[in-house]
């Protein structure tokens, strides 16, 4: 069974960073590539950012909203996908969930972690 | 970017009805990158449909999606109350970019 379980959410003050983890199991997570989408309250669903797996060449591709303040990480080795999110701002507030991709759409979500950026 | 709008906002049906789901490309997308998403309250998405019609694992086969170009549809041939939740489209574009509408809310009339 394939599960995500995200973490490092919490509270945050304008300006600070965070980084959240996603720690999978169940699939071969070396061959997935993977994303980030993020929920604010009460809102609709919005792509943070992808990284392809290694052998694809590991690169990352990421929104325009958070591009240059954001940086999505893989570590194969502990199964993990990381979100490390600096130049934090208050429209960043929402659930963060990891998600695989596969073809185009993403098969395989988390339960999400909570990222409240507020003075 | 293309935008997807999602009509209606709102879908008021009862338990046995049938639903039809809108998505509406502002631009013509491939089909094999459209997607369609169930969310209900508290929970992660879950994958529905894909590439429009092909559906996820374990989904039941009241759930169809069709289209081409910019006008795509999800239906729900007969409605248990379990299926009642906010839906997206999805689909992949250039740059690259993953674009999601806004949503529809099916609510128990």
């Known amino acids: 069974e394939v599960q995500l379980v995200e973490s490092g959410g919490g509270l945050v003050k304008p300006g600070g960073s965070l980084r959240l983890s996603c720690a999978a199991s169940?699939?071969?997570?070396?061959?997935?590539?993977m994303s980030w989408v993020r929920q604010a309250p009460g809102k609709g669903l919005e792509w943070v950012g992808r990284?392809?797996?290694?052998?694809?060449?590991?690169?990352?591709d990421y929104a325009a909203p958070v591009k240059g303040r954001f940086t999505i990480s893989r570590d194969d080795s502990k199964i993990t996908l990381y979100l490390q999110m600096n130049s934090l701002k208050t429209e960043d507030t929402a659930v963060y969930y990891c998600?695989?991709?596969?073809?185009?759409?993403?098969?395989?979500w988390g339960q999400g972690t909570l990222v409240t950026v507020s003075s | 970017e293309i935008v997807l709008t999602q009509s209606p906002g709102t879908l008021s049906l009862s338990p046995g009805e049938r639903a039809t789901l809108s998505c509406r490309a502002s631009?013509?997308?491939?089909?094999?990158?459209l997607a369609w998403y169930q969310q209900k309250p508290g929970q992660a998405p879950r994958l529905l449909i894909y590439?429009?019609?092909s559906r996820a694992t374990g989904i039941p086969d009241r759930f169809s999606g069709s289209g081409s170009g910019t006008d795509f549809t999800l239906t729900i041939s007969r409605l248990e109350p379990e299926d009642f939740a906010v839906y997206y489209c999805?689909?992949?574009?250039?740059?690259?970019?993953?674009?999601f509408g806004q949503g529809t809310k099916l609510e128990i009339k």
């Open positions: 998600a695989t991709i596969s073809g185009y759409r993403f098969q395989y």
């Open positions: 169940g699939f071969t997570f070396s061959n997935a590539w």
């Open positions: 990284i392809k797996s290694k052998t694809d060449g590991g690169t990352t």
């Open positions: 590439g429009p019609s």
């Open positions: 999805q689909q992949y574009g250039s740059s690259p970019s993953y674009t």
């Open positions: 631009q013509s997308v491939s089909s094999t990158y």
